[in-house]
Nanobody, 126 residues
Framework: QVQLVESGGGLVQPGGSLRLSCRAS????????VGWFRQTPGKERDLVAA???????YSIDSVKGRFSISRDNAKNTVALQMNSLKPEDTGAYYC????????????????????WGQGTQVTVSL
Protein backbone atom coordinates (compact mmCIF):
# COMPACT_ATOMS: atom_id res chain seq x y z
CA GLN A 1 0.00 0.00 0.00
CA VAL A 2 1.27 3.47 -0.90
CA GLN A 3 -0.06 6.65 0.67
CA LEU A 4 0.75 9.86 -1.17
CA VAL A 5 0.76 13.44 0.12
CA GLU A 6 1.33 16.46 -2.11
CA SER A 7 2.68 19.81 -0.96
CA GLY A 8 4.04 23.01 -2.44
CA GLY A 9 1.03 24.49 -4.18
CA GLY A 10 -0.03 28.09 -3.84
CA LEU A 11 -0.67 31.39 -5.58
CA VAL A 12 2.05 32.69 -7.88
CA GLN A 13 2.28 35.44 -10.47
CA PRO A 14 2.80 34.61 -14.13
CA GLY A 15 6.47 33.90 -14.77
CA GLY A 16 7.00 32.64 -11.25
CA SER A 17 8.02 29.22 -9.99
CA LEU A 18 6.69 26.57 -7.66
CA ARG A 19 8.05 23.22 -6.59
CA LEU A 20 5.51 20.52 -5.84
CA SER A 21 6.52 17.53 -3.76
CA CYS A 22 4.90 14.12 -3.54
CA ARG A 23 5.86 12.24 -0.40
CA ALA A 24 5.07 8.58 0.09
CA SER A 25 4.56 6.48 3.15
CA UNK A 26 4.15 2.76 3.20
CA UNK A 27 5.81 0.88 0.36
CA UNK A 28 8.85 2.47 -1.17
CA UNK A 29 7.97 4.99 -3.86
CA UNK A 30 11.12 4.10 -5.72
CA UNK A 31 9.45 0.90 -6.89
CA UNK A 32 6.61 2.84 -8.53
CA UNK A 33 6.15 4.87 -11.67
CA VAL A 34 4.87 8.30 -10.62
CA GLY A 35 2.84 10.84 -12.50
CA TRP A 36 1.69 14.39 -11.85
CA PHE A 37 -1.79 15.20 -13.10
CA ARG A 38 -3.63 18.50 -13.40
CA GLN A 39 -7.37 19.00 -13.13
CA THR A 40 -9.49 22.09 -13.70
CA PRO A 41 -13.19 22.41 -12.82
CA GLY A 42 -15.41 20.33 -15.06
CA LYS A 43 -12.53 18.59 -16.81
CA GLU A 44 -10.75 15.27 -16.54
CA ARG A 45 -7.40 14.88 -14.84
CA ASP A 46 -4.70 15.13 -17.47
CA LEU A 47 -1.13 13.95 -17.16
CA VAL A 48 1.46 16.71 -16.94
CA ALA A 49 4.61 14.67 -16.37
CA ALA A 50 5.67 11.16 -15.40
CA UNK A 51 8.82 9.42 -14.21
CA UNK A 52 9.62 5.75 -14.52
CA UNK A 53 11.18 3.52 -11.87
CA UNK A 54 14.59 3.93 -13.51
CA UNK A 55 14.27 7.69 -13.93
CA UNK A 56 13.06 8.09 -17.48
CA UNK A 57 10.70 11.03 -17.86
CA TYR A 58 7.82 12.22 -19.99
CA SER A 59 6.08 15.57 -20.09
CA ILE A 60 3.37 17.10 -22.21
CA ASP A 61 4.35 19.56 -24.94
CA SER A 62 2.84 22.60 -23.21
CA VAL A 63 5.20 22.27 -20.22
CA LYS A 64 8.38 21.11 -21.96
CA GLY A 65 11.26 23.37 -21.07
CA ARG A 66 9.35 24.79 -18.09
CA PHE A 67 8.48 21.82 -15.86
CA SER A 68 10.72 18.99 -14.75
CA ILE A 69 9.95 15.86 -12.75
CA SER A 70 12.56 14.19 -10.56
CA ARG A 71 13.01 11.62 -7.84
CA ASP A 72 14.78 11.82 -4.49
CA ASN A 73 14.98 8.19 -3.49
CA ALA A 74 16.63 8.94 -0.17
CA LYS A 75 13.62 11.05 0.84
CA ASN A 76 11.08 8.82 -0.90
CA THR A 77 9.70 11.80 -2.80
CA VAL A 78 9.00 12.88 -6.36
CA ALA A 79 9.10 16.58 -7.21
CA LEU A 80 7.61 18.65 -10.00
CA GLN A 81 9.61 21.83 -10.54
CA MET A 82 7.47 24.37 -12.36
CA ASN A 83 9.11 27.45 -13.84
CA SER A 84 7.83 30.26 -16.07
CA LEU A 85 4.31 29.55 -14.88
CA LYS A 86 1.38 30.68 -17.00
CA PRO A 87 -2.27 31.28 -16.05
CA GLU A 88 -3.22 28.15 -18.02
CA ASP A 89 -1.11 26.08 -15.60
CA THR A 90 -3.71 26.80 -12.91
CA GLY A 91 -5.41 23.74 -11.47
CA ALA A 92 -5.40 21.08 -8.81
CA TYR A 93 -2.27 18.97 -9.09
CA TYR A 94 -2.32 15.34 -8.06
CA CYS A 95 0.49 12.85 -7.82
CA UNK A 96 -0.21 9.24 -8.61
CA UNK A 97 1.78 6.03 -8.42
CA UNK A 98 1.64 2.50 -9.73
CA UNK A 99 3.84 -0.57 -9.42
CA UNK A 100 4.56 -1.12 -13.12
CA UNK A 101 5.21 -4.33 -15.04
CA UNK A 102 8.29 -2.77 -16.65
CA UNK A 103 10.77 -0.54 -14.87
CA UNK A 104 10.88 1.64 -17.99
CA UNK A 105 7.11 2.20 -18.08
CA UNK A 106 5.75 5.76 -18.24
CA UNK A 107 1.99 5.40 -17.74
CA UNK A 108 0.07 8.31 -19.22
CA UNK A 109 -3.58 7.58 -18.48
CA UNK A 110 -5.17 8.20 -15.11
CA UNK A 111 -6.69 4.72 -15.23
CA UNK A 112 -3.19 3.25 -15.31
CA UNK A 113 -2.38 4.54 -11.83
CA UNK A 114 -3.40 2.84 -8.61
CA UNK A 115 -2.54 5.27 -5.81
CA TRP A 116 -3.48 8.94 -5.60
CA GLY A 117 -2.82 11.86 -3.33
CA GLN A 118 -5.41 14.41 -2.24
CA GLY A 119 -4.07 17.14 -4.49
CA THR A 120 -2.59 20.60 -4.08
CA GLN A 121 -3.93 23.75 -5.70
CA VAL A 122 -1.78 25.86 -8.01
CA THR A 123 -3.11 29.26 -9.03
CA VAL A 124 -1.20 31.44 -11.48
CA SER A 125 -2.62 34.95 -11.47
CA LEU A 126 -1.69 38.58 -11.10
Amino acid sequence: QVQLVESGGGLVQPGGSLRLSCRASGDILTLNAVGWFRQTPGKERDLVAAISVIGGTYSIDSVKGRFSISRDNAKNTVALQMNSLKPEDTGAYYCAAVLPIKRTALPQGQNEYEYWGQGTQVTVSL
